[in-house]
C-alpha cells in the first residue's frame, strides 16, 4: 500500500513552528511525513506510460540538512501532476551528490532495454545507471562514465541527461577546484547509446560559460526545449541554480550548431528568476504533449528549534507550466492537473471597490484554500499600497500587495534589479556624471512621469543624449517584463512593485520575517482579455463615472510639456481642471499643456507622448492619469505555512513560508490605501488533504 500525496490549492492560515498544538505541515505540496525534503530531480521525458517521477534529496531520519553526498533519495510519480505515489527509495549508491534521471522513450525500448536511466555524481565521479521497473522503483548497475573527465584544476557536478529519441546527452558542469566563487563552464557530452565505452561519449564542447554572464559559483542545471507560440521555432531553455544565493533562474536563448566543428553551444536572450520569493533548485520534466513542467525546492523560514518541533522540514512546489508569453519572456503558470484538486466552492464578491480602507471577506476562512482575485487599480495616489491579506487576524497576517511610494527616502530604498533591463517606454535618458545606478534611481524619483528606469555603467553604442561608453540613465513611463541582459544593466520600478511580506504573519520572535519583491507590469490587452473576458473594459466600475476623472492628476504650473498635439480644445476661460479632465476622458492622451493664447482663447492641447516637463512662463501642464486601470490577476495558494502566489498567469511568481501563532489567523481581508481599487472577483475554494491512503 503507497501513500497518494495530493497536490491541491489552499488558502490557509498557519500556524507557529514552535507551538506543538499547531499544524503547519503542507497539505497539497510534496514532503515527508518526517525529515527533511530537498531539491527535486524531476525526469525529463516520459515514455507511453503518462507517468511522471519526481526524484528527490531528502533526510528520512532527522530534519537537518545533510552534508554533500550524504543525503537520502526519495521518490514520488503522478499520473495528473496533482496526485502523488510515494515509491520505494530508488537505490542510488550511497555519497551520491546529485544527478538526473530520464525514461527510455517508446521507440527507443527493446525487451532487454532499460525504462530509465539515471546519470549521478558519485564520489567526485559521473556514473549512469539503468531502471528496468515500470515505475523506475529501482535503479542498478551503476558505473564510471570514464570518459566524462573534466578539465585541469576544475572538478564536474550536476550532470543532466535526457534524449531527443535519437541521441542521449549529457550536461555537467565543471567548477575550479580552488576557487569556489568562479563561474562553472557546462560541458556537453553525446553518445548513440548507452554503451559505458570511452569510445561511445563524444565531448561535444563547451555548451555555456557562467564567466560571460558574470554568474559565480552557479550550478545545478537543467536544460529543455519550450513551445513558443510568439515564433515559428521553439525556444531552448536552461534552468540555473546561483549556489551562492539561492536562487534559481531561466535562461531562454538558442542552441546553435556548428556544422564544421560538429558540436553545440547555448546562447542565452533573456533570463529571470524562476521565483521571487524562497525557491531554489529547480528541475523540469515534460508531459504527455510536450509542454515542460518546472518543480523547486521550498525551504523553511523558522528556527532549527521549530524545525525540530514541528518533525519535518522543506517541500516542493506545485508544478508549473514554463510558457513563452511574449518575445524572450517565460511564465511558470500553475500546472493544470492543479487544479483538480478544488473540492468545494466557497463563493464569489463581484465588482467591489475598495476606498482607503479594509474589507474582510467572512466566508473565506480555512487552512486549506485557493483564492482568486482580480482587481483594477483604477485610481490612486503618489503613495498607494493594495492587495490582500491572508492567513489574517487582528495581528497576524501575511500581505501579497502592488505598492510604491516615490518619495525620494523610500524611492532610493526601493529594489534593484543587477544584469536586468525593463525594455521599452523611453521617454528620456541622459549622460551621467558618474556610474552609480542609485543616481539613476533617484533621478526617476524626482520626476513625476517615471514609472521605472534603466542603467548601464557603458552605452554600448551611442545614443541622442549618451555617448557609447559613457553611463547612461533611462527613464521609462511604464514598467515592461524584465529580461536579464549580458550588458551589466540595473533596473528598478518606483510606481508599482509586487510584494509577499511575511513581516507581520507571526507573533512568534523564531519566526523568520521576510519581504520578497518582484517587478511588475500590468497586464497587455491579450493577457486581459484570456483572464478577464473580453468586456473587461466595460465591466471596469470606472468606466462612465462621472466623477472618476475630477482630481485625477498633479498640475504642473509654469511648466510645458512639449511635442505635438494630437488634439486641441479652446476653453471658455483659464480652467486647468477642465483640460485636465478632457486628458482623463480621452484613450489617447498621455499628457496635456494649456495657454492663453491671446487672440485664439484658451487652448488645451492633448498629447500622446509624455515629454519630459519644460519650464515655460504662462503654461500650465500635467500627464494622463490612471484610468487605464493597471489589471491584476492573483492566484494565492495557501498550504498551511506555505503561501504561493501566481501573478498574471505565472509572470511572476512569489513563495513564502509563515507560522502564524493565532487559531483565528485563517481569514483573507483586502486592502486599499491612498487609493480606489476594483476588485472585479475575489473567490476561492477548499483544497483537497495532501495525504490519502491509496
Known amino acids: 500500500m503507497g501513500v497518494k500525496v495530493v497536490l491541491g490549492l489552499l488558502l490557509a492560515l498557519a500556524t507557529s513552528c514552535l507551538a506543538a498544538s499547531f499544524d503547519y505541515r503542507p497539505r497539497y505540496h510534496v514532503t515527508l511525513p518526517k525529515g527533511w525534503t530537498g531539491a527535486p530531480r524531476p525526469n525529463y521525458l516520459l515514455g507511453t506510460t503518462n507517468q511522471y517521477h519526481v526524484f528527490f534529496e531528502c533526510n528520512v531520519n532527522s530534519t537537518d540538512i545533510p552534508s554533500a ?154 536544460y529543455f526545449t519550450v513551445q513558443d507560440p510568439t515564433s515559428t521555432d521553439d525556444k531552448q531553455c536552461m534552468l540555473m541554480t546561483d549556489m551562492t544565493s539561492g536562487l534559481s533562474l531561466w535562461m531562454l536563448g538558442k542552441a546553435n550548431f556548428n556544422e564544421s566543428k560538429g558540436i553545440y553551444n547555448f546562447s542565452t536572450t533573456s533570463s529571470s528568476p524562476v521565483d521571487y520569493g524562497s525557491v531554489s533548485m529547480a528541475s523540469v520534466m515534460h508531459d504527455a504533449i510536450g509542454r515542460s513542467i518546472v518543480i523547486g525546492a521550498i525551504s523553511e523560514s523558522c528556527s532549527d528549534s521549530m524545525i525540530e518541533e514541528n518533525g519535518f522540514s522543506g517541500a516542493l512546489t506545485l508544478p508549473r507550466v514554463a510558457k513563452v508569453v511574449i518575445a524572450d519572456v517565460l511564465a511558470f503558470p500553475p500546472a493544470p492537473g492543479v487544479n483538480s484538486l478544488r473540492g468545494l466552492y466557497l463563493g464569489s464578491y463581484d465588482d467591489i471597490q475598495v476606498v482607503n480602507g479594509t474589507l474582510d471577506m467572512n466566508a473565506f476562512r480555512g487552512n486549506q484554500l485557493l483564492v482568486h482575485a482580480q482587481l483594477s487599480l483604477s485610481a490612486a495616489g503618489s503613495q498607494f499600497e493594495t492587495g490582500i491579506n491572508v492567513l489574517s487576524s487582528e495581528k497576524e497576517y501575511t500581505t501579497i500587495s502592488i505598492k510604491t511610494d516615490p518619495t525620494e527616502q523610500l524611492c532610493q530604498s526601493g529594489p534593484r534589479w543587477a544584469y536586468t533591463d525593463l525594455p521599452g517606454h523611453d521617454y528620456y535618458h541622459f549622460k551621467m556624471d558618474k556610474a552609480d545606478p542609485k543616481e539613476c534611481q533617484l533621478a526617476c524619483c524626482n520626476d513625476v512621469t517615471c514609472r521605472a528606469w534603466t542603467f548601464t555603467p557603458s552605452q554600448p553604442a551611442a545614443a541622442t543624449s549618451c555617448p557609447k561608453g559613457f553611463p547612461c540613465c533611462y527613464l521609462k513611463s511604464d514598467i515592461a517584463i524584465p529580461k536579464i541582459s549580458t550588458q551589466n544593466l540595473t533596473s528598478g520600478t518606483t510606481q ?155 509572470q511572476s511568481v512569489l513563495t513564502a513560508r509563515a507560522y502564524p501563532t493565532n487559531p483565528d489567523s485563517i481569514g483573507v481581508r483586502l486592502f486599499a490605501t491612498n487609493s480606489k481599487v476594483s476588485f472585479l472577483k475575489v473567490e476561492a475554494w477548499e483544497m483537497g488533504s495532501i495525504v490519502q491512503e491509496s
Open 69 to 222: 553526498g550524504k543525503a537520502d533519495w526519495c521518490h514520488v510519480h503522478s499520473e495528473d501532476f496533482a496526485h502523488w505515489v510515494v515509491d520505494p527509495t530508488p537505490g542510488f549508491p550511497s555519497d551520491t551528490v546529485s544527478g538526473s534521471i530520464t525514461e527510455m522513450p517508446i521507440d527507443l525500448r527493446s525487451s532487454v532495454s532499460p525504462l530509465g536511466v539515471a546519470v549521478l555524481n558519485w564520489k567526485d565521479k559521473i556514473v549512469l545507471g539503468t531502471s528496468m521497473e515500470e515505475h523506475l522503483e529501482k535503479f542498478s548497475n551503476f558505473t564510471e562514465l570514464s570518459v566524462l573527465k573534466p578539465p585541469s584544476n576544475m572538478t564536474l557536478a550536476d550532470p543532466f541527461i535526457w534524449t531527443d529519441g535519437k541521441k542521449f546527452y549529457i550536461l555537467v558542469s565543471a567548477r575550479s577546484s580552488s576557487d569556489s566563487t568562479h563561474a562553472s563552464t557546462v560541458l556537453l557530452y553525446e553518445s548513440t547509446s548507452l554503451s559505458r565505452s570511452p569510445s561511445a561519449w563524444k565531448q561535444n564542447g563547451t555548451f555555456w560559460s557562467g564567466v560571460k554572464y558574470d554568474m559565480p559559483n552557479s550550478g545545478f542545471f537543467s
Open 496 to 650: 508599482a512593485v509586487l510584494s509577499l511580506s511575511t513581516e507581520h504573519s507571526s507573533l512568534s520572535p523564531d519566526a523568520q520575517k521576510t519581504v520578497f519583491t518582484a517587478p511588475f507590469s500590468g497586464l497587455n490587452v491579450g493577457d486581459r482579455a484570456e483572464l478577464f473576458g473580453e468586456d473587461y473594459e466595460n465591466r471596469r466600475p470606472d468606466v462612465g463615472d462621472k466623477n472618476f476623472c475630477n482630481g485625477q492628476g498633479d498640475i504642473e504650473i509654469d511648466m510645458d510639456r512639449p511635442g505635438l498635439a494630437y488634439k486641441v480644445y479652446v476653453l471658455e476661460e483659464l480652467d486647468p481642471a477642465k483640460c485636465r479632465e478632457y486628458c482623463c476622458r480621452d484613450k489617447g492622451c498621455k499628457a496635456w499643456s494649456i495657454q492663453n493664447a491671446t487672440g485664439t482663447g484658451v487652448l488645451c492641447a492633448l498629447k500622446n507622448k509624455v515629454e519630459p516637463a519644460a519650464k515655460a512662463a504662462g503654461y500650465i501642464s500635467g500627464i494622463g492619469t490612471s484610468k487605464f486601470s493597471i489589471a491584476v490577476d492573483l492566484q494565492i495558494y495557501i498550504d498551511h505555512s506555505i503561501v504561493e502566489v501566481f501573478v498574471n498567469n505565472g
